[in-house]
């Protein structure tokens, strides 16, 4: 059963345990979304925190997207690559605030999908406004990177990619189809 | 001092987060009838992805529903029972996205006149002062702004095109256009939520939306219909479970297999 709640972890004390933690994040890192399995979820910036709440270890993560398919298998990936780590079960929470942005992306996670064919996102623009803009569509878009040779020659083939966090592009220099992490 | 909080409504609570909820499920299942025969593999891709979004979304509100309703007394709902084990009567979703895929024109103008609405409710409801509610928003909107683009750019595409694809989304806004007068109606289950600082005010949403709208579609040459009158408005629409006769059909083939098997899993 996934909890799903809104509200900041729950205090804990960083200093239980230590040697267990570090395991514990050593077993993350080696878990990949499998819709993108060259990039752990670590260096996708899913996994947010890791806590030791009432004697049990509590592992909080945050979707990518509402409806990412790829949730479920991430949850019990998880499970399963600490279970064989530290011989104990954890409890994973999903906390949906503050919401998952790309920006959470760590360097070594962009490079990783470079080095897959696939074009990191540029930052995401977040204006911070709750006011609705009037007309979206007109957001000016930045050039997108070649993943295969660097051109910035590059156009937009569909809004939607292989999965729903990425789009399909086309370099006009290589001629090579990629897909765009979108900015998000 | 500052004024008490007032306590959530719980039963109106359950209701907007049911139309909440039931306006994503039901586009969704929409969408989702594209599969394998969208117009061209990319937006068969596109329409599904944009349902994947919406049905995710969907059980963040169901889910949250679900579980307001099981605080207010039996019975214990699931998302699931809620999504399978209602009546078209019990549903709580806009007119508007019940209505048939018809042809690509009609989809992607319904699509439009949803999406840019949704986009300024979620951004409202951002604000929320039930944390769960503007936590789902802040999530749910940044993926309805990338909607938004998509089915603005299509109308135009679509309706500055060829003559013929002119035509087609000119008939798809005259005929869905009476269906979002409905969007905007703010009946008393809305009413006592926005004076509890819970939910969107849905009317004052309605300038930005009409010229958002307006400014796409005269970029697309289409016109809006003179005709004024809007179906489902004065508390007899889709949100208090009055639907158009599409919406059984649609219930029927999305909860056949759970009613036929209730403890099918896979």
Known sequence: ?184 | MTAPKPAAPAAELSDYLLRLGDNGLVLAQRLGEWVGKGPVLEEDIASTNVGLDLLGQARLWLTYAAEVQANSGPPLRSEDDLAFFRDSAEFRNLLLVEQPNGDYADTIARQFLFDQWHVLLLGQLTLSRDERIAGIAAKAVKEVRYHVERSADWVIRLGDGTAASHERMQAAIDALWMYTGEMFAVDATERALIDAGIAADAAALQPTWQSSVQAVLDEATIAIPADPFMQGTGSRGGKQGIHTEHLSRLLAEMQALPRSFPDARW
């Open chain 1, 1 to 184: 059963m996934v909890t799903t709640r809104v509200a900041d972890p729950p205090a804990h004390d960083d200093a239980t345990q230590p040697a267990t933690r570090a395991a514990i994040w050593r077993a993350l890192a080696g878990v990949v979304d499998p819709e993108i399995p060259t990039v752990s979820i670590v260096e996708l910036g899913i996994v947010r925190d890791v806590a030791r709440s009432n004697g049990a270890w509590v592992v909080t993560v945050t979707p990518t997207y509402s409806g990412c398919p790829a949730a479920r298998i991430i949850e019990a990936d998880i499970r399963a690559a600490i279970a064989s780590a530290i011989g104990e079960d954890v409890r994973v929470v999903t906390a949906l605030a503050p919401a998952w942005t790309t920006d959470w992306i760590a360097p070594e996670g962009r490079q990783k999908l470079r080095d897959a064919g696939i074009a990191p996102p540029h930052a995401a623009m977040h204006d911070g406004s709750t006011q609705p803009r009037s007309v979206t569509f007109r957001r000016p878009r930045e050039a997108v990177r070649c993943p295969n040779c660097g051109s910035l020659r590059t156009t937009e083939l569909a809004r939607f990619g292989s999965t729903a966090c990425k789009a399909q592009y086309r370099c006009t220099d290589c001629l090579e189809p990629f897909d765009f992490f979108k900015p998000h």
